[in-house]
Antibody, heavy 122, light 107 residues
Framework: EVQLVESGGGLVQPGRSLRLSCTASGFTFGDYAMSWVRQAPGKGLEWVGFIRSKAYGGTTEYAASVKGRFTISRDDSKSIAYLQMNSLKTEDTAVYYC?????????????WGQGTLVTVSS | DIQMTQSPSSVSASVGDRVTITCRASQGISSWLAWYQQKPGKAPKLLIYAASSLQSGVPSRFSGSGSGTDFTLTISSLQPEDFATYYCQQANSFPRTFGGGTKVEIK
């Protein structure tokens, strides 16, 4: 059974950093791209970014709202994807979901974690 | 970036009703479109991908259609468990973008 478990969320002050982890199981992690999607309280879904599998270069893509501040990485040996968030703003407050697509690099997300809440506030 | 516009933003319907939600892309995306269902406090669930392909395990009362810029999600006979918020999402290019959501409420 595919499982994605996010961790690392919490309360952080504006301007500070936080790193989220997504621990995967039930599939060959290295064979899939991984993505992050967030949802501000009471709002819709916002795509955050994506990291390709090593087969496709392991490169990344980001939303304009986080580009230059957030970095996605992966450790295939541990089956973990990371979201490093720097220079956090109050508008980054959201539940952050880790997702996997139907197939490698697919933009159709059929597996989601339970989400982890990040609150940016002084 | 491709903008995704859903309508309506909310709809009130009764069990058994046929419900249609539309999604318009700001530029052509061929059939690179997904639909998700989200219930309060839960992660979204993939319903439809490639505009009209039903994800495994999703009831056949859900269907999707369209290509290019205009897409539709139809629930043929609304069931109590279908009351939720629905989102479209384009998978044609980066950044991926979602529609604003359509809340299906009980009439």
């Amino acid at each position: 059974e595919v499982q994605l478990v996010e961790s690392g969320g919490g309360l952080v002050q504006p301007g500070r950093s936080l790193r989220l982890s997504c621990t995967a199981s039930g599939f060959t992690f290295g064979d899939y791209a991984m993505s992050w999607v967030r949802q501000a309280p009471g709002k819709g879904l916002e795509w955050v970014g994506f990291i390709r599998s090593k087969a496709y270069g392991g490169t990344t893509e980001y939303a304009a709202s986080v580009k230059g501040r957030f970095t996605i990485s992966r450790d295939d040996s541990k089956s973990i994807a990371y979201l490093q968030m720097n220079s956090l703003k109050t508008e980054d407050t959201a539940v952050y979901y880790c997702t996997r697509g139907l197939y490698d690099s697919s933009g159709y997300y059929n597996y989601w974690g339970q989400g982890t809440l990040v609150t940016v506030s002084s | 970036d491709i903008q995704m516009t859903q309508s309506p933003s909310s709809v009130s319907a009764s069990v058994g009703d046929r419900v249609t939600i539309t999604c318009r892309a700001s530029q052509g995306i061929s059939s690179w479109l997904a639909w998700y269902q989200q219930k309060p406090g839960k992660a979204p669930k993939l319903l439809i991908y490639a505009a009209s392909s039903l994800q495994s395990g999703v009831p056949s009362r859900f269907s999707g259609s369209g290509s290019g810029t205009d897409f539709t999600l139809t629930i043929s006979s609304l069931q109590p468990e279908d009351f939720a918020t629905y989102y479209c999402q384009q998978a044609n290019s980066f950044p991926r973008t979602f529609g604003g959501g359509t809340k299906v409420e009980i009439k």
